[in-house]
């Protein structure tokens, strides 16, 4: 089956950096994707990752390791509007994603 | 970047009633078109993926016959949520790839259906 595990929750304060972690089991690998979404919104794209190592663009920054089967999401000099869900998604093989469960992050002044 | 349109953007009906929701490339072809659901505080749920000129392939567990799909052209799909009822009430959302190679989805802004 396919499976990609975010953590739920997690908490900031704004200026600091924060790590979301996502693993995931695919048939299948053709890109990680991450996703920003505030409530009641739709998904806005933040990063592809389909090769091993850091993509870095401005303060977010994706990694990404295929043989571990997993990446993370990392957002430096936080912001109160970061606060959002922060989806991890997957194409297989096939050009569908798979999102994960997602994580709400809350950042605090 | 690609636009992607969603409407209508809110939707109330009553029980038993159909709702359709179009979704729109507006500035390129989709061969491909994704909807998905959403329910409060959760992650996105592939419902179906949507193929210009032919049926709609629904993800299991995902009734055909209620979300009826219908990718007419290359810019244009439209799901129909047919004889809604109050448990149907989510937020639908609709994205498109240029091609299988694209390396990004594009998103609609979303559908909030609620059903009373």
């Known amino acids: 089956g396919q499976n990609i595990d975010q953590p739920t929750e997690m908490t900031a304060t704004e200026g600091a950096i924060v790590q979301i972690n996502c693993t995931y089991q695919t048939s299948g690998f053709n890109g990680l994707f991450w996703y920003q979404q505030h409530a009641g919104e739709a998904p806005t794209f933040l990063s592809y990752?389909?090769?091993?190592g850091l993509e870095e663009k401005g303060r977010f920054s994706s990694f990404l390791s295929r043989s571990k089967g997993y990446s993370y999401l990392l957002l430096k000099e936080l912001q109160m509007k970061d606060s959002a869900s922060y989806l991890c998604?997957?194409?297989?093989?096939?050009?569908?994603?798979?999102f994960g469960t997602g994580t709400r992050l809350q950042v605090f002044p | 970047g690609a636009v992607v349109s969603q409407h209508p953007s809110r939707v109330i009906c009553k029980s038993g009633t159909s709702v359709k929701i179009e979704c729109r490339s507006l500035d390129f072809q989709a061969t491909t078109m994704f909807w998905y659901r959403q329910f409060p505080k959760k992650s996105l749920m592939l419902m179906a993926t949507?193929?210009?000129?032919?049926?709609?392939?629904?993800e299991q567990g995902v009734e055909k016959d209620k979300f009826l799909i219908n990718h007419a052209s290359l810019t244009l799909s439209t799901l129909t949520v047919t004889s809604a009822h109050p448990e149907d009430s989510s937020f639908y959302i609709c994205?498109?790839?240029?091609?299988?190679?694209?390396?990004?989805?594009?998103f609609g802004q979303g559908t909030r259906l609620t059903v009373v």
């Open positions: 949507s193929n210009e000129g032919s049926k709609a392939t629904y």
């Open positions: 994205s498109a790839t240029r091609d299988a190679m694209n390396t990004e989805a594009f």
């Open positions: 998604a997957v194409r297989g093989n096939t050009d569908k994603l798979i």
């Open positions: 990752n389909v090769l091993d």
